[in-house]
């Protein structure tokens, strides 16, 4: 073997013994409170989920991703308004600071579900990691849901003449 692939192998083997140890880490800490994933009609080729992040912890921790079997690829995403026009973008990570819950939310920060390999049908179950920047991970399922359109404001029936 040449001494490139020493080296490899080597930050290899020191990367697995440098895990963190399970026991503090954002996994076991985190709280995910009322996971679930926006129902989609057939066809259409992406979805997202939210939930509520709660840390209990003193110190902060990180959301850096996340992945589902549902999906080819999970990004963190947000939205932000450009120019009157509200856009998504993705974000590279997700701060939850110690004692204080953070909202993944329609119309805010969600987990982009890109290139769906199942029907997403209300009421069944999809699973989620997510991953944190500590290496740890949290498995939650959640549940389909299908989200009712808001009504626009003044679209109320016309009453005068
Ligand atoms: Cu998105």
């Known amino acids: 073997m040449n001494s ?4 490899m192998l080597l930050s290899l083997l020191l990367f697995t013994i440098g ?13 995910v409170q009322d996971p679930y994933v926006r129902a989609v ?6 979805s997202a989920s939210f939930m509520s992040l709660h840390n209990p912890d003193e110190q902060g921790h990180v959301l850096i991703g996340a992945s589902s079997p549902a999906a080819e690829v ?11 026009m509200m856009r998504m973008r993705k974000v590279e990570k997700v701060d939850l600071p110690g004692g204080d819950r953070v909202s993944l939310e329609p119309g805010g920060l969600h987990v982009m579900m890109i290139g769906l390999k199942q029907k997403l049908v209300p009421g069944e179950k999809v ?3 997510l991953l944190f920047e500590d290496g740890s991970q949290l498995k939650v ?3 389909v849901r299908k989200l009712q359109m808001r009504m626009k404001q003044g679209e109320h029936k016309g009453m005068m003449h």
């Open 127 to 129: 699973p989620l990691t």
């Open 41 to 46: 009609p057939p066809g259409q080729p992406n």
């Open 141 to 143: 399922d959640a549940p």
């Open 74 to 84: 999970a990004e963190l995403h947000t939205h932000t308004m450009e120019g009157g």
């Open 4 to 7: 490139l692939g020493n080296s």
């Open 19 to 31: 895990q963190p140890a399970m026991a503090d880490s954002a996994g076991d800490i985190i709280m």
